[in-house]
């Protein structure tokens, strides 16, 4: 499987997520591009695009997108507090399904204040 990185997800990450090909918005040039955006560069590229962004799927209409989006919910970004959660993220990377999101971590937890739906 693809995975995209969000770039609020540390580069150290991608070592993490073993057995999946794994980029980051950074690597492929895309820092800074607002979501609308970022989401259609991201269609016929990923499988999967894991992020800490806990509001994306409120503003943005996921069921349409051709990969899933998988939501970490964690204290921050730094890799002692994501690391717990990688063998969660692995498991959500096998279930995701385009147009479909998958939570990871913990609600209330991290930046945006991740809701479990």
Do not use: C, Y
Request: charged fraction near 25%; proline fraction near 6%; hydrophobic fraction near 40%.
């Amino acid at each position: 499987m693809h995975v995209l990185l969000d770039e609020n997800l540390p580069h150290d990450l991608v070592a993490a997520l073993v057995g999946h090909s794994v980029s980051t918005v950074q690597g492929l040039g895309w820092a800074g591009t607002k979501n609308g955006d970022l989401l259609k560069r991201a269609s016929g590229v990923t499988d999967a695009f894991v992020t800490m962004d806990g509001k994306l799927e409120h503003q943005r209409d996921i069921s349409v997108l051709p990969f899933g989006v998988v939501v970490v919910g964690a204290p921050s970004n730094r890799m002692p507090d994501l690391m717990p959660l990688v063998p969660e993220m692995l498991a959500a990377l096998d279930r995701v399904r385009p147009g479909k999101v998958e939570h990871v971590g913990r609600a209330g937890k991290g930046r945006d204040r991740l809701k479990k739906t």
